[in-house]
């Protein structure tokens, strides 16, 4: 059975040879072989780059997390920033977020506008919860339904 694996292999490394050092075309085959090496390597280059990156950037986000678990080095948010916070919980809180208004001084949010009656409880839970915010200052117009309210119109959740 030795000589039988032994033969084969032989077999395969001179055929191997034949196809690579063919005068005609090994050459070329060679060079497709070469290149192949080439970029397989590129391949497992990139993709150690890019895990070695995930990883240091999911170590730096828990050194972050812990840092603000343990009130290290945390200093709030400017009112601009505040705002912006504020600005992207609406958009998942809210069918029609252009029709609030944020604004921000301090960690004090106030928010005006229009907003449906069903969305209302979930939208101060939401902006409650925005890391920086303080206190919230409700000045919304609640409606049960869109009705005529124009900046309400189209609203698709309930």
Known sequence: MKALLNYAAAAVLGATAMYLLDPRLGRRRRALLRDKVVAGRHDVDRYARKTGKRAADHLRGMAAE??????LGAHPPGDRQLEERVRAALGRAVSN????????AD???CLSGKILASEHERLIAEVSSVAGVESVEDRLEVYERPGFVPELQGATRS
């Open 97 to 104: 977020p252009g029709a609030v208004d944020v604004g921000a």
């Open 66 to 71: 812990a840092r603000a678990g343990a009130g």
């Open 107 to 109: 960690g004090q949010v």
